[in-house]
Structures are given as C-alpha cells and as structure tokens.
C-alpha cells in the first residue's frame, strides 16, 4: 500500500513569516511529487511540482525533494492570511497510467 | 484557460437513489479525467480513471457496478452514484487532463458535495 504520510496540523504561523510543511512517502521508485493547495470546501489548486532532488523555487514557494531520506517540503516565505488553507502533498509513482497518492494535507494559518 | 466544472455543486437524495454528477472539461479537451472522493478530515482517493470512449479503470475497492463512469466525448465524463447509502456521502471531484493523464496537466473541478439521507 503506498502512503503519504503529513502532519495534520494545524500549523499556525504569524503573517510575514517562514511556513514548513513536510511530507514522506513510502513508495521508493516514486518519481513525481507536487504540492496543491485547497481552501475549505473547495477543489484542488497545484501549486509545486518537483522531480528532481534539491530545492525548486516559484515566487514565494520553495519545494525541497529528498527521495534518498524519502522527504518532500514546501516552504512558504512571507507568509499571507491569504496563505490559510490545507496543503496536500501527492505523489506519482511514475508509469504509463498516472495515478496520484494524496495525503491527509497539514491545515496551515497564517495569523495577521 | 484549462477550466473543469462540475454539475451540480450539491446533492441531497434519499438512501437508494441513483446520483449522476456531470464533470466538464470547458476549454480543451480532455483525453484523460479522473475521478476522485474526499471524506472529511480524509485525504483525497482515487476512485477512477477515465479514459474517453473506453471503459474507465477502477482503483482497488473501488465498486465498477456501484459507481459507473462514462467517458462519452471528449469534454463530457460522468459518475453515477447508483443505489446510494449514507456511507456514499463525500466530495466528489474530477480532474481532466490536457496530456494523457500527467499530474501537472491535471485540472481539478469545483466538486460536488453529495449527502445520502
């Protein structure tokens, strides 16, 4: 059984400040990871993806991939109230036949 | 560009009735959709993948006769919720896809909130 594993949170952080959000996975020959947010009620939105080992950076988001320790982040600087939704962390195990394993997500606010 | 709508938005219905829900993709079209369902506090699940004019591909313990997918064109799938119970109760949201079913061309519908009385 292939898992995401998140910690649910919440995570609450002031405005202005650095949010961490962390994730593992368990499927080794995994081989795509992406970061999506979603406000309470609604659909997903992508936000990162990563394939390759290191940091990614789009504007004020950072994703870090680790697969030797298993471990995905997204970083969020200056966070915004704006920020305030559950992130979730997808992996995609790779293959012809795209499946994504979602996790929990971590509920992340951001206090003005 | 790359907009999914769901129909419809919200859906109460007794135990034991059949619920369709309309997933559309607006402005491409989309060889690959996916179906999904979130309970509450749950992550999201993988129901199905649905490839236009072919029989969709269920996920392990995923019942094919209870929910039935058709994929008839290529901007048009459709889950229905047959003989529904209180325990189908969820969000239900697709996803549709520009290239083949790849993640990062995924398009994630509204959602439809189902409640089975």
């Known amino acids: 059984q292939k898992e995401v594993e998140q910690n649910s949170g919440p995570l609450s952080v002031p405005e202005g400040a650095i949010a961490s959000l962390n994730c593992t996975y368990s499927?080794?020959?995994?081989?795509?990871f992406f970061w999506y947010r979603q406000y309470s009620g609604k659909s997903p939105e992508l936000i990162m993806s990563i394939y390759s080992n290191g940091d990614k950076e789009d504007g004020r988001f950072t994703a870090q991939l680790n697969k030797a320790s298993q471990y995905v982040s997204l970083l969020i600087r200056d966070s915004q109230p704006s920020d305030s939704a559950t992130y979730l962390c997808a992996v995609d195990s790779g293959g012809s036949n795209y499946k994504l394993t979602f996790g929990k997500g971590t509920l992340l606010t951001v206090n003005p | 560009g790359a907009v999914v709508s769901q129909h419809p938005s919200r859906v109460i219905c007794k135990s034991g009735t059949s619920v369709k829900i309309e997933c559309r993709s607006l402005?491409?079209?989309?060889?690959?959709m996916f179906w999904y369902r979130q309970f509450p506090k749950k992550s999201l699940m993988l129901m199905a993948t649905s490839n236009e004019g072919s029989k969709a591909t269920y996920e392990q313990g995923v019942e094919k006769d209870k929910f039935l997918i058709n994929h008839a064109s290529l901007t048009l799938s459709t889950l229905t919720v047959t003989s529904a119970h209180p325990e189908d109760s969820s969000f239900y949201i697709c996803?549709?896809?520009?290239?083949?079913?790849?993640?990062?061309?995924?398009?994630f519908g509204p959602g439809t909130r189902l409640t089975v009385l």
């Open positions: 402005d491409f079209q989309a060889t690959t």
């Open positions: 996803s549709a896809s520009t290239s083949g079913g790849r993640p990062d061309t995924q398009y």
């Open positions: 499927d080794r020959g995994s081989q795509s």
